[in-house]
């Protein structure tokens, strides 16, 4: 279990682009299950169909690569402060099956599928309630800074 402060150890990530609130279950060389309490106060909100606010697919899929980007740190045991960046570089296969709305807690799921030459792909679902609301597979790379 990760709370928010040893999730920014090893995400760069912050406010409003830390949207990894808790890590539940982490399984290095495996998998991952965290969670993003989506809340109305955050920023996206206003400008994002304002008067049926939905959380932006994209950030979804985000939500999911940095999910994956703690699973891949975590299991190379390096931090950003090493001097290491973990970049988003693709995804594949992103299907969204239903809307994500303030008052949802965002389940984030990540399973390691292959690693190549610092190149990590990774299966990954989001759900909220059980309920699927996006799959992706996703590629992250690391990097030095």
Not at 15 to 26: A, G, S
Not at 41 to 48: C, I, K, L, S, V
């Amino acid at each position: 279990m990760m709370d928010v402060n040893e999730i920014r150890q090893y995400l760069p990530h912050r406010y409003p682009f830390l949207l990894v609130d808790r890590v539940i279950e982490l399984n290095l060389n495996e998998s991952i299950i965290a969670y993003k309490n989506i809340t109305i106060n955050e920023p996206y909100f206003d400008g994002h169909f304002p008067n049926h606010p939905i959380f932006p697919g994209v950030l979804i899929i985000e939500a999911m690569a940095q999910a994956a980007g703690i699973l891949g740190f975590k299991t190379m045991d390096k931090k950003p402060e090493d001097g290491s960046i973990y970049y988003f570089v693709g995804s594949d296969k992103a299907r969204f099956k239903r809307p994500v709305v303030p008052g949802d807690r965002l389940q984030l799921e990540a399973k390691i599928v292959t690693e190549k030459r610092g190149i990590w792909k990774f299966e990954c679902r989001a759900t909220v309630d059980g309920e699927l609301a996006c799959s992706a597979t996703i590629l992250c790379a690391d990097r030095k800074i």
